[in-house]
T-cell receptor, first 115, second 110 residues
Framework: NAGVTQTPKFQVLKTGQSMTLQCAQD?????MSWYRQDPGMGLRLIHY???????DQGEVPNGYNVSRSTTEDFPLRLLSAAPSQTSVYFC??????????????FGNGTRLTVT | DAKTTQPNSMESNEEEPVHLPCNHS???????IHWYRQLPSQGPEYVIH???SNVNNRMASLAIAEDRKSSTLILHRATLRDAAVYYC???????????FGKGTRLSVIA
């Protein structure tokens, strides 16, 4: 199994450009989420989804959109990139419903720089 | 906001045990305690979790206080590869997101 796969690994954008960070998992996990991590900081939750067709906002959702059309994929869209969105982005997933305390599985991250 | 309190940093000698403390004074009866760690330039990885009883796995042990207001992650023999940021998370029941704090940066000295 590939686990949680994030693409791209690195990306440089100019202010105002848009892009989509991809996240895919092959473990049939219903729960998926996006975090950002700024230097020296912990992870902050951007958006999460408890299943296909369902999304919700986390702590820092402004400037980001998500959708969940399939169980496998949970893309994160930046509509108009800003330098404040320079960060490392992590996607994570968790097994289905009954075991809400199952561990999160993280991807290796996407390092985004906005100039 | 993160509901747990951890020291910003700790240091350990290689081959010695490490006790990483965490305070979670607002914990409710159904909240679990989760521990994750993040190695340099990697995503976080799960270490261990528990509710009331002490827990052991191949990576670590988790000791939970009787009143559940604090817990300790125990690495039995620290290695250089254990140098990481360790996050203690108070996880409510239900399908809710994990909220990370800043964690404890563990340095291991050879």
């Amino acid at each position: 199994n590939a686990g949680v796969t994030q693409t791209p690994k690195f990306q440089v954008l100019k202010t105002g450009q848009s892009m989509t960070l991809q996240c895919a998992q092959d473990m049939n996990h219903e729960y998926m989420s996006w975090y950002r991590q700024d230097p020296g900081m912990g992870l902050r939750l951007i958006h999460y989804s408890v299943g296909a067709g369902i999304t919700d906002q986390g702590e820092v959702p402004n400037g980001y959109n998500v959708s969940r059309s399939t169980t496998e994929d949970f893309p994160l869209r930046l509509l108009s990139a800003a330098p404040s969105q320079t960060s490392v982005y992590f996607c994570a997933s968790r097994p289905p419903g009954y075991s809400y305390n199952s561990p999160l599985h993280f991807g290796n991250g996407t390092r985004l720089t906005v100039t | 906001d993160a509901k747990t309190t951890q020291p910003n940093s700790m240091e350990s000698n290689e081959e010695e045990p490490v006790h990483l403390p965490c305070n979670h004074s607002t914990i409710s009866g159904t909240d679990y305690i989760h521990w994750y760690r993040q190695l340099p330039s990697q995503g976080p990885e799960y270490v261990i979790h528990g509710l009331t009883s002490n827990v052991n796995n191949r990576m670590a042990s988790l000791a939970i206080a009787e009143d559940r207001k604090s817990s300790t992650l125990i690495l039995h023999r620290a290695t250089l590869r254990d140098a990481a940021v360790y996050y203690c998370i108070q996880q409510p029941s239900g399908n809710t997101p994990l909220v990370f704090g800043k964690g404890t940066r563990l340095s291991v000295i050879a």
